[in-house]
């Protein structure tokens, strides 16, 4: 849930980016932090691990737009992809505000993309949350690649409650900055039904 720092007159929200490994979730958090006004974000904090390709987690605030005089800074993090680092995941989970589901689009990938996906469910639920109920976002990233599946099977396995879905190459930045601004949307319009 999100944190109100009335000193700063800010609203914390937590977006996190989940996915099977090397799917592109620390790809597509490098790219938004590349392409961000210095004065826009903090820094960037990574924690990798021994047998981890990808990182422990990334940190970055965005400011986007204003709620009743307060500044809204997201935090976004990703998860480790691998299910050894399911524990880290739970706790990367904890006071989320808005995931971002980063499906890897290769035909070789699809069993991951399942089984990553049921395991979100489940570490949701774990600590009370309802994928269904919250701001969610999907991404088929890798897009560019030869053996990509088509998109409507893709959303037809991964994505039956039909949620914003988006194309992306996460390298280049197509459809990055779009699956951003989906979720973060979906968070404010929460935020402002809350108070």
């Known amino acids: 849930m999100s944190f ?3 000193s700063s007159r ?18 597509n958090l490098q790219y938004i932090y590349n392409k961000t006004r210095p004065d826009a974000k903090g820094k960037m904090i990574s924690l990798a691990t021994e047998t981890e390709r990808t ?5 970055l605030p965005l400011s986007l737009g204003e709620i009743r005089g307060f500044r809204t800074r997201f935090h976004l993090y990703t998860v480790p992809g691998q299910v050894f680092y399911d524990a880290s995941r ?10 971002c589901f980063v499906a ?51 959303s037809e396995v991964l994505n039956p409650t039909k949620v914003p879905e988006f194309e992306a190459v996460a390298t280049t930045g197509k459809g990055v900055f779009d699956t951003l601004k989906a979720l973060a949307k979906q968070v404010l319009t929460e935020l402002r039904k809350g108070g």
């Not at 800010?10 to 790809?27: D, Q």
Request: glycine share 6%; proline share 5%; with cysteine.
């Open 10 to 27: 800010e609203i914390n929200c937590k977006l996190v980016y989940y996915g099977p490994g090397l799917c592109g979730k620390t790809t």
């Open 90 to 99: 739970k706790l990367i989970l904890k006071g989320v505000d808005g995931v």
């Open 4 to 6: 109100i720092n009335y």
């Open 55 to 59: 990182l422990f987690f990334d940190f």
């Open 104 to 154: 890897d689009s290769q035909m070789e990938r699809m069993e991951a993309n399942i089984e990553s996906l049921e395991n979100l469910r489940v570490n949701l639920q774990e600590q009370g949350y309802d994928l269904d109920k919250l701001p969610y976002v999907i991404q088929y990233n890798k897009r560019d690649l030869p053996n990509v599946v088509p998109v409507e099977e893709l």
